[in-house]
């Protein structure tokens, strides 16, 4: 068997073939390419807007010389050591790895604002056992995540990946190896290869097309470009590429890759179909190999600077972004101006030199981690030491976020008309405002929709006899006054049900998806479901509806075009309700209290009002449900931004109780203390007679 494996896998010659030679300058100029990619377009994505592709580049130069080791070994011993493998690849990543994992958590403590401890904590986590990706796709698709800030650890997600990858790749080889002879063949593996790549491929292709944001995490949406390095490892083990054509693959691919992070950018569904380009360029650039003509790739990627850059471009990779999180934190802006990111690069250089040659190649020179037993001892600590930071972070966090509500002191809009209607300096604010985002409706997590879902889903509260039965219908700003509306409800005796849809408001018009502006096709179909179980089964007394005034229509040429045309959707919605003796009261939009609210508060706990906000700029110029409230005569609106604004300015906090959760989400708990204004509003409404069906 050993002679037989030895005899497949050998390369077909002992030439210029990437397959054939030990050292590959040319990969390590191309690891110096990507790297490069990557620090533009995090440092400043306007001047690449494509460069992520950089960590394409990476998968393909990873599943190549992974497969190309691979081969080799079963090639020189008959079989393939799992242990082995796995003993290569910690000592090859973790001691780096773990390093800026320590190093990031513990100065996260120091540099990044208490409001950010609970995600970095998560994420320490995720990344020290390698499913940072997995979270972040979680994260893609959760609508009150939408506004969460990148963690300093959050480009672990592409290591992630490949150790998903390195979990199922080593056993096609493993079984392969242990074939019988007659079935151990080259075609064979080729085969199995280049089927799991296309299934990935095609994955890759149709979750890309559905949803851009969680396909760009996922392993099977990305391992194809690994597996992409694999097949060409296993094609040029048999086979040169010949050399008329090295010097324009050469060049081909590097232009290929150039094009893709000139010309792509955050608006471009990825991977997919479009991930072929920077994949395919890899690729090419690979397979050329070495050409000793003159100014060819080879010579650029195998000069003394390309190669350093190369030998450095993991730790490199690894030290550039938290360096970038912090001074982003630590100047308190949201990008980089030339002359910190020129300081974030060069100290990323430093660092990225300083830990190649005081760990990793110690750690490479010395023997150290040879062993399994060695190198199983180091993964375990070097994973509790990082949990141990993202616990402490964690602790820290649940200390902060332990306010207890007291309905003495924690008032909400009752503070209004006093002296200090923030409240007491004193008397800490409730909900925490590290903890904000948790304090929101349970219809949230019970029965809004997300903007994938197309299925119609309620919440249903009050008795089934009630004699008056309300429904609320729109998107999330719908759903954070249900609290209000559950409150009175229960005051009242009403029977109460909630259709709520993210980023869906309650219109016939063809919205933009929130995501990647494709039109909204899915909140249309919501939509007409709803109308149709209000008008012919629930048949409520009166519908209550509201939604974001910066919803956008699909195809619109401007802003006021586009409100213009929800609202008259709106009303072609209504008509229907209106017809079947159903009043609809339109409850106007929130402010917009503008990015990273609940941090300003947590900086400024003393005095919150210093994150208010002007009335003029944080109202929408249109709201389409005003609009379409002005078309419908029979249609009645509900205007409570006297609960939420005093005189010119919006205020984050009232009554020691945090208004919002983010940007423009009320929290729970204000929602419910806002109850007696909502319904001392809509007791105006039943005394002008504009409501005649509620009790």
């Keep these: 068997m050993t002679a037989d494996t030895r005899t497949l896998a050998a390369p077909a010659s002992t030439g210029s073939s990437p397959a054939a030679r030990r050292f590959l300058p040319e990969v390590q100029g191309l690891r110096a390419v990507a790297v490069l ?21 990476f998968f393909v130069i990873s599943g190549f010389l992974i497969t190309t080791l691979l081969l080799r070994e079963a090639g020189e011993t008959g079989r393939v050591s799992l242990a082995g493998f796995y003993v290569r690849r910690i000592r090859r990543i973790l001691p780096a790895a773990a390093l800026v994992l320590a190093v990031t958590g513990a100065l996260s ?16 986590a995720a990344s020290a056992f390698y499913v940072e990706n997995l979270f972040l796709a979680d994260q893609a698709v959760d609508y009150l995540a939408a506004e969460a800030v990148a963690s300093p650890v959050q480009h672990f997600w592409s290591l992630a990946v490949e150790e998903q990858f390195y979990l199922l790749w080593p056993l096609l080889f493993v079984g392969w190896a242990a074939l019988p002879p007659r079935l151990r ?16 491929l095609a994955c890759s292709v149709v979750l890309t097309s559905g949803s851009p944001q969680q396909s760009y995490f996922l392993p099977q949406t990305r391992m194809w470009e690994l597996a992409v390095g694999g097949v060409l490892a296993i094609v040029l083990s048999r086979r040169e590429v010949p050399a008329a054509l090295r010097w324009v693959l050469g060049w ?70 938290p360096l970038i999180v912090f001074a982003l934190s630590l100047t308190d802006s949201t990008r980089l101006g030339p002359l910190h990111g020129a300081l ?23 023997g150290l981690l040879r062993t399994g037993r060695a190198a199983a001892a180091f993964a375990v600590c070097a994973s509790l030491l990082v949990g141990l930071i993202a616990a402490g972070q964690y602790a820290r966090y649940d200390h902060l976020r332990g306010v207890e509500f007291d309905p003495v002191r924690h008032v909400g809009p009752s503070a209004l008309g006093t002296a200090d209607p923030t409240g007491s300096p004193d008397v800490p604010i409730y909900p925490a405002p590290v903890a904000a985002d948790e304090d929101l409706p349970d219809v949230f997590e019970r029965c809004q929709a997300s903007p994938r879902l197309t299925e119609l889903r309620s919440c249903v509260y009050g008795p089934a006899d009630a004699d008056t039965t309300v429904a609320v219908t729109g998107d999330s700003h719908a759903a954070h006054w249900v609290p209000a509306l559950r409150e009175i409800a229960r005051e009242r005796g009403w029977r109460l049900h909630i259709y709520a849809k993210s980023s869906c408001a309650f219109t016939t018009t063809l919205l933009e998806h929130p995501a990647d502006g494709r039109d909204y096709t899915e909140c249309a179909d919501w939509n007409a479901s709803v109308l149709a179980e ?13 939604s974001s005034a910066r919803s956008r229509a699909a195809g619109a040429a401007f802003p006021e075009a586009g409100s213009t045309d929800i609202a008259a959707g709106m009303n072609e919605l209504w008509a229907p309700l209106e017809e079947a003796g159903t009043d609809v009261v339109a409850i106007r939009d929130t402010p917009r209290m503008g990015a990273r609210l609940p941090e300003c508060v947590s900086e400024n706990a003393a005095a919150p009002a210093a994150c208010a906000r002007d009335r003029a700029d944080a109202f929408a110029d249109q709201d389409p449900q005003l609009l379409a409230a002005g078309n419908a005569p029979e249609a009645d609106v509900v205007d409570l931004t006297d609960a939420l604004c005093l005189g010119g300015e919006c205020l984050p906090v009232i009554g020691n109780v945090m208004v919002y959760r983010d940007s423009q989400h009320l929290t729970a708990t204000y929602s419910r203390l806002a109850a007696p204004r909502l319904d001392a509003a809509i007791e105006d409404l039943e005394e002008s007679g504009a409501l005649s069906g509620l009790s």
């Design 109 to 124: 403590f120091v540099l990044l604002p208490e409001f950010r401890l609970l995600d970095t904590a998560m994420q320490l």
């Design 185 to 200: 063949t080259v075609r064979a593996l080729l085969a199995a290869t280049l089927i799991l790549a296309a299934a990935s």
């Design 37 to 57: 990619l990557v620090l533009i377009y995090h440092v400043d994505h306007d001047l690449l807007p494509g460069g992520y592709v950089g960590v394409d580049v």
């Design 252 to 321: 081909a691919g590097l232009a290929a890759i150039g094009a893709a992070a000139w010309y792509y950018s955050d608006a471009t569904p990825f991977p997919g179909w479009t991930a072929l380009l920077p994949v395919l360029g890899a690729a090419a650039v690979i397979a050329a190999g070495h050409n000793g003509r003159r100014l060819s790739s080879y010579q650029v990627l195998s000069s003394p600077p390309a190669r350093f850059v190369g030998d450095i471009s993991y730790a490199l990779y690894l030290w550039h972004w």
């Design 534 to 546: 209000l008008t012919e089964e629930v048949r409520p007394d009166v519908v209550f509806t509201s």
């Design 344 to 366: 974030v690069l060069a100290a990323s250089f430093l660092l990225a030199w300083a830990t190649k040659v005081a760990v990793e190649d110690p750690v490479r020179r010395f």
